[in-house]
């Protein structure tokens, strides 16, 4: 029998070695940091590709970066229009809606453009092949700034979404507002660290 089991003495307890797993989680997570802080994320090289989550009607989240829809300026979230008898209508809240049954949470390909003051990507994003931008303006619930003027052209034509009654353009509603921005803050440092070290350890 042991010596320590009699009771004289215990067994003696486990010290993990300094180079253990443990010991260096917070050490990797420290050199991470200060690799991300001398280069933070910037604009990607080539598509971003991933499930998406719809924040309003030109604003997405797809692959952890916050993406804005090139071309087009959607309604705010809380804005509100006039339909075609005069009534008020939440065209933001319609214009996010199309976007999200649009793309659900299934998978997003986008090109990026450049970064806006935010850091966010300016991309062209298809969904099933279909150009997220391009739909939104051809059923009327989003302006063009010239990039899809022919879709603009058909649903003022066709008297599609907000064409159908009277609106205020998204960047007249925000100014009026003194709004920058409408559709939320920026991502926080620490969101954007962990897409980031999500990033590097999936390539």
């Known amino acids: 029998m042991p010596a320590w089991a009699s009771g004289r003495r215990r067994p ?3 010290v993990p070695p300094p180079w253990s797993s443990r010991a260096l989680v917070p050490l990797v997570a420290g050199v991470l940091l200060i690799i991300w802080v001398g280069t933070p994320p910037g604009l990607p090289s080539g598509p971003i ?25 959607a309604p705010e979230r809380t804005q509100q229009c006039r339909d075609a008898a005069g009534q008020s209508s939440p065209c933001g809240e319609l214009a996010r809606k199309l976007l999200t049954d649009l793309v659900g949470r299934g998978e997003v390909t986008c090109l990026p453009i450049e970064l806006d003051r935010y850091s966010r990507v300016i991309a062209s994003c298809e969904h ?15 302006v063009s700034d010239g990039r899809y003027g022919d879709a603009e052209y058909d649903a003022r034509a066709a008297t599609r979404g907000i064409w159908a009654g009277t609106f205020e353009l998204p960047a007249d509603w925000r100014d009026a507002r003194q709004l920058e921005d409408a559709s939320g803050p920026p991502q926080s440092p620490f969101v954007t660290f962990f897409n980031w070290v999500r990033t590097m ?3």
């Open 12 to 14: 003696p307890q486990y």
């Open 49 to 73: 590709v991933g499930e998406s989550r719809v924040v309003d009607g030109d604003t997405l989240d797809v692959g952890g970066r916050r993406i804005r829809l090139v071309g087009i300026d």
């Open 128 to 142: 099933a092949g279909a150009d997220l931008g391009e739909v939104m303006v051809t059923a009327g619930h989003a």
């Open 201 to 203: 350890f999936s390539r």
